[in-house]
């Protein structure tokens, strides 16, 4: 029953940079991970960074030293800081969460598109 909502794409340069944030629209406890995912046209949805309620992150390869995943906890919030964004980069951008139970929530999707 918890909705998450992302904000913060938009069309950017190649070289620009965008934050993305995420929050559920309802009051929500206990949220273990909490992850940003991206899927391309045509392609799988593939992992971009993910955070635990630590502070712990992982993030996939092709993004490292670009981009910086953070959370509020206090807010349920997760963010996605993004720089030197290249035209790879172009996605719809998806939020999820996990709770302890491991129950998954997603979000709708944020479109990120890089281009000239």
């Known amino acids: 029953q918890v909705q998450l909502v992302e904000s913060g794409g938009g069309l950017v340069q190649p070289g620009g940079s965008l934050r993305l944030s995420c929050a559920p629209s309802?009051?929500?406890?206990?949220?273990?991970?909490m992850a940003w995912y991206r899927q391309a046209p045509e392609k799988q949805r593939e992992l971009v960074a993910s955070?635990?309620?630590?502070?712990?992150?992982n993030y996939a390869d092709s993004i490292k030293g670009r981009f910086i995943i953070s959370r509020d906890n206090a807010k349920n919030t997760v963010y996605l800081q993004m720089t030197s964004l290249e035209p790879e980069d172009t996605a719809v951008y998806y939020c999820?969460?996990?709770?302890?139970?491991?129950?998954?929530?997603w979000g709708q999707g944020t479109q990120v598109t890089v281009s000239s």
């Open positions: 999820k969460a996990v709770g302890y139970s491991g129950n998954e929530y």
């Open positions: 955070i635990e309620r630590s502070g712990n992150t």
């Open positions: 309802g009051i929500v406890f206990g949220i273990f991970t």
